[in-house]
C-alpha cells in the first residue's frame, strides 16, 4: 500500500496540469510556429517559468486501490495484483481465469 502522501501527490499534480494545460498548449504553439525568433524566445522563457509540475509529463499513473505505481493496467485503472486478486473474486465484469 503507497503512502497517502504519494497519492495525495499524484492528485495535486494532475490537478495542476489541468489547470495549466491551456496555458502551456498556447505557448508551445507560439515556440513551434512562430516565425520571429524573438517572440519565440519570449514564449519560450514564460513556458519555462511554468512551474514543473505543470508538465504532463511529470504525471504516474497509480491504483486506484492501492497506489501501486508500477505493475499498473491503464484498461482497468488498477494494479495488476488486485486485478488478479479481483478477477479471482469475480468482481470484474466479463474477466474470468482462463484454464485449459
Known amino acids: 500500500m503507497a503512502k497517502e502522501s504519494m497519492k495525495a501527490r499524484e492528485v495535486k499534480r494532475a490537478k495542476l496540469v489541468a489547470r495549466f494545460a491551456e496555458k502551456r498548449a498556447a505557448l508551445k504553439k507560439i515556440v513551434n510556429t512562430s516565425d520571429d525568433p524573438e517572440q519565440a524566445f519570449e514564449a519560450a522563457c514564460k513556458l519555462q517559468a511554468l512551474p514543473?509540475?505543470?508538465?504532463p509529463v511529470r504525471l504516474h499513473n497509480r491504483c486506484k486501490l492501492s497506489g501501486r505505481p508500477k505493475?499498473?493496467?491503464?484498461?482497468f485503472g488498477i494494479s495488476r495484483i488486485d486485478f488478479r486478486e479481483m478477477a479471482s473474486a469475480g468482481l470484474i465484469p466479463g474477466v474470468k481465469k482462463a484454464s485449459w
Open 71 to 75: 505493475g499498473y493496467m491503464r484498461q
Open 52 to 55: 514543473k509540475n505543470a508538465s
